[in-house]
């Protein structure tokens, strides 16, 4: 079975800081992973993946994220948050081994950044 | 526009009350997935249709089914709806059955009363 822990409900930070959003993922075979961003009464909007390749992958708006194997990790960061970047970021895992599976999603982290 | 059109936008219906909501997905895409979004639950995955076969089921209640037309639109049946049913219904697109990435609809959003 495949599953996404996003460990934190809300994380904060003041514009211009560095921004991280945690993820972690458990998939018996090899992860495609994605990140999505859905602002209010919105659907949700594709960030960024990783399907093989280079661990470090660069998305919209200035984020990106790194895959660590051996952490079954894909953090979403950004060097310098702003206010326009609140919403709510969830991450997502496709076991690519397998056929006949979706997209599963963690529960959301909401982001908020303060003026 | 993500070219994800889901329709209608919001729905207010009776407990035990059946609904069908409606999806056409982007042009050239064969995979369609639906996704229930609740404050407590999150995103829940639902069933995913490729060019007209289900191909994956997720936590679907047997109260709710689906199905994809030859046209590749598709409808998710509620049936004896209950409080709890009140979410966000979305549903998605890919161009293929892995679907590497999905494109998303903006969403019902279905109230019980």
């Known amino acids: 079975a495949q599953s996404v822990a996003q460990p934190e409900d809300q994380v904060n930070v003041a514009e211009g800081n560095p921004l991280t959003v945690k993820c972690t993922y458990s998939v018996s075979g090899n992860p495609y992973l994605f990140w999505y961003v859905q602002y209010p009464n919105r659907g949700l909007q594709f960030l960024l993946k990783?399907?093989?390749?280079?661990?470090l992958v660069k998305g919209s708006y200035g984020f990106e994220a790194e895959f660590n194997k051996s952490q079954t990790s894909f953090h979403l960061k950004k060097p310098s948050a702003l206010v326009s970047d609140s919403a709510l970021y969830f991450c997502a895992v496709r076991d690519r081994d397998q056929a006949g599976t979706a997209l599963i999603f963690g529960k959301g982290t909401t982001l908020s950044v303060s003026s | 526009d993500s070219g994800v059109t889901q329709t209608p936008k919001h729905l207010i219906t009776a407990t035990g009350q059946r609904v069908t909501l409606r999806c056409s997905p982007r042009?050239?895409?064969?995979?369609v997935y639906w996704y229930q979004q609740s404050l407590d639950q999150g995103l829940q995955f639902l069933i995913q249709y490729y060019n007209g076969e289900e191909r994956a089921k997720g936590n679907i209640l047997e109260r709710f089914s689906a199905q994809q037309f030859p046209d590749l639109h598709s409808e998710l049946n509620l049936s004896s709806l209950e409080l709890g049913d009140s979410a966000l219904y979305f549903c998605?697109?890919?161009?293929?059955?892995?679907?590497?990435?999905?494109?998303f609809g903006s969403g019902t959003r279905l109230t019980v009363v």
């Open positions: 042009s050239g895409d064969l995979s």
């Open positions: 990783y399907i093989t390749g280079d661990n």
């Open positions: 998605a697109s890919s161009p293929s059955r892995g679907g590497a990435g999905y494109t």
